[in-house]
């Protein structure tokens, strides 16, 4: 298993969409929390591109991608780049020990 950190843009122009969906979006993730396959979430800070950054747990890249393929910001296609990086934490609650 591994952990992987996913970064979200969203587009600019679906605010309202945005915003419609955030409930059915946060709902989804807090499902993904509870199975213990997503460790952390949140949106980037006020100033920054509009986005997120979402860490899972997951096989390989290709299990954390589809793990959030059924994200409803994903499917109504609010995220306009979606990254997926392996990440190994050496220090905190997400490092092996």
Request: proline share 6%; aromatic share 10%.
């Amino acid at each position: 298993m591994g952990i992987f950190a996913i970064t979200y843009t969203y587009d600019t122009e679906r605010s309202e969409d945005i915003a419609r969906l955030r409930p059915t979006h946060r709902e989804f993730l807090t499902g993904l929390n509870a199975e213990g396959q997503l460790l952390a979430s949140g949106p980037w800070a006020e100033n920054a591109a509009p986005g997120a950054l979402l860490i899972v747990a997951a096989e390989d890249a290709t299990a954390a991608q589809l793990l959030l393929d059924d994200d409803p910001f994903y499917r109504a296609r609010l995220i306009t780049q979606r990254t997926v990086r392996a990440w190994q934490p050496v220090l905190g609650p997400f490092a092996e020990q």
